[in-house]
């Protein structure tokens, strides 16, 4: 069988063998409802619980200000809608690089009335805090702001903007579905009221993430039905996604910072092999503040589609930071936003390593992007754009 | 896979590709939705195609679309040129998906436009 590199870990995972291990009681033996009265759902709810006190210890708070939900973007939308909700009207700060899932949901709190700053960032993708003091208003009843960046894997200064969100007494929402398990998140030291966070990026089912809320804050439920999590999120719970999201996390807090330190250096030898061999080639990006396995990479005047496409025949899988859609190209927002010249900007191509990704791997890739990016470099008009 | 083996194989091996110096004819076709461009140069011999070359910048179906074409077309009359059609291309390809037809187009559009220059440089045209 031909090489086949996965180089996409920022968009989905596989499931861990032990997560997977642990959830296949819950689809046959263990399958009664947590809100049973009965013995089948006593176990089900010891597990959820189980699994809810693991990942309330990863991330050092308390059990029950957590939220179980269907997805990180279930988690954002609840966050940045649920605390402007609560609060009837008023002004949010966001910034122009979030994920979709925190943009759209900014979109539509501004078509019932909410006012929204969606602040700029610089060319490394980051926000200045000294912005969002700027933005502050006597009405902002919100912040929501990304931990790190899927496209770019730039960090954002939370803790910074964290501190003045306390100050001002503004409830702050951060994405973390990129940075949980990844990389250290303290929502105390980053003075963080509500906070996203996912499974499938770590290794755990799709289908499941969660919300975390500091007790005490002000929020609505976006979902209703029943009385389950607390009245907070209505919904039969995902019994096995919520114990294969409970391992992966423990799985997680064990491999976390080895695997952080082996994937960064990875990623470097990556780059620097790109670098050496490909010309007119720039990292996106912060230079240190950045996540360990993401490389967002633009090769000027060079189709990102056609990259993709190339290294996918390759068996190569990355994703392309320009998408074409019935015949319109559009430049990743994250990319616009940090002022990325559009003949480099089309030509946007992300790899994002993980703990499979091996130095071999990388090897190949790079001389496969080498080989893909000078053939089509070949047939390029001079001087297209 | 949602490109046909022959799509790929233009796109993985590209036929004429680069630049012609010296070409009777060239022209040019852009795609403003996405920014994709495809240029052909051609070299005439008695009134036909004797060589012709590409340079395309885009996804993986524009560039095929032009290699493809530049067989295609070999040998044809410059005014057989002058009309050719985008499914031809397509056909030639095995086939596009529905959000890439613009690939073909592109490709019949800027080789329409090379065999347009060609006859107005044709030895013997008052316009030459
Ligand atoms: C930063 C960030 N937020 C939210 C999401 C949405 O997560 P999901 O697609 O799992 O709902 C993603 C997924 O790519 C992400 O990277």
């Avoid at chain 1, 176990?43 to 210890?57: K, S, Y």
């Avoid at chain 1, 969606?118 to 926000?127: A, E, K, S």
């Avoid at chain 2, 070409?23 to 795609?31: C, K, L, N």
């Avoid at chain 2, 493809?68 to 056909?91: P, S």
Wanted: with cysteine.
């Amino acid at each position: 069988m031909n090489r086949r590199v996965y180089l996409d870990h920022n968009a989905s995972t596989p499931v861990h063998p032990e997560v997977v291990a642990e959830m296949l009681p819950y689809f046959s033996d263990v399958y009664g409802n947590p809100s049973s009265v009965h013995g089948f759902g006593r176990d089900a709810r010891a597990a959820v619980d189980a699994a809810r006190d693991r990942v309330a210890a990863f991330l050092r708070v308390r059990p029950e200000e957590l939220v179980f939900t269907s997805g990180g973007t279930e988690s954002d939308n609840f966050g940045v809608k649920g605390l402007a909700l609560a609060r009837g009207s008023g002004h949010v700060i966001t910034s122009r690089v979030e994920h979709h899932a925190v943009l759209r949901s900014a979109q539509a709190l501004e078509a019932q009335g909410f006012t929204v700053t969606y602040l700029p960032v610089d060319q490394y993708g980051m926000v200045d805090p000294d912005d969002v003091r700027r933005a502050l208003r006597p009405d902002t009843i919100a912040i929501s702001i990304m931990h790190a960046n899927s496209e770019v894997g730039t960090i954002q200064p939370v803790r910074a903007i964290g501190a003045l969100a306390r100050d001002a007494g503004v409830p702050f929402h951060v994405d973390a579905v990129q940075t949980f398990g990844k990389v250290e998140v303290d929502v105390h030291a980053m003075n963080i009221d509500a906070l996203s966070f996912s499974s499938h990026k770590i290794y755990g089912p799709k289908g499941i993430a969660g919300l975390y809320i500091r007790r005490g804050t002000k929020m609505v439920s976006i979902q209703h039905g029943g009385e389950h999590e607390r009245r907070r999120r209505a919904g039969t719970e995902n019994v096995p996604g919520i114990v294969g999201l409970g391992k992966a996390v423990e799985i997680r807090a064990r491999d976390m910072k080895a695997e952080a330190e082996r994937v960064s250096a990875l990623r470097d030898r990556m780059w620097e092999g790109i670098r050496a061999r490909v010309p007119d080639v720039r990292l996106n990006g912060h230079p240190t503040e950045r996540l360990p396995g993401t490389a967002n990479v633009c090769y000027r005047n060079v189709e990102s589609e056609s990259i993709v496409l190339g290294l996918d025949l390759k068996g190569i899988a990355v994703s392309a930071g320009s998408a074409c859609t019935a015949g319109s190209v559009e430049p990743s927002h994250v990319l616009v936003a940090m002022g990325v010249p559009l003949d480099w900007a089309m030509g946007a191509v992300r790899s994002s390593l993980g703990r499979s990704t091996t130095t071999e791997d990388v090897d190949f890739v790079v001389a496969s992007v080498t080989e893909v990016v000078s053939r089509i470099r070949q047939a390029m008009p001079v001087g297209a754009a | 896979m949602r490109y046909s083996p022959t799509l790929v194989d233009h796109f993985l091996n590209p036929r004429n590709a680069g630049l012609m110096r010296d070409a009777d004819g060239s022209g040019s076709d852009e795609y403003a939705g996405c920014g994709d461009l495809t240029r052909f140069y051609l070299k005439m011999r008695a009134g036909c195609l004797a060589e012709a070359r590409f340079q395309a910048y885009g996804c993986g179906p524009t560039i095929a679309a032009a290699s493809v074409a530049t067989e295609l077309v070999a040998g044809r009359a410059v005014e057989d040129l002058l009309v050719l059609k985008a499914q031809e291309i397509e056909d030639a390809l095995d086939g596009l998906p529905e959000d890439r037809k613009h690939a073909a187009e592109v490709a019949a559009g800027a080789m329409r436009a090379a065999a347009l220059d060609a006859l107005r440089r044709r030895p013997g045209n008052r316009e030459a």
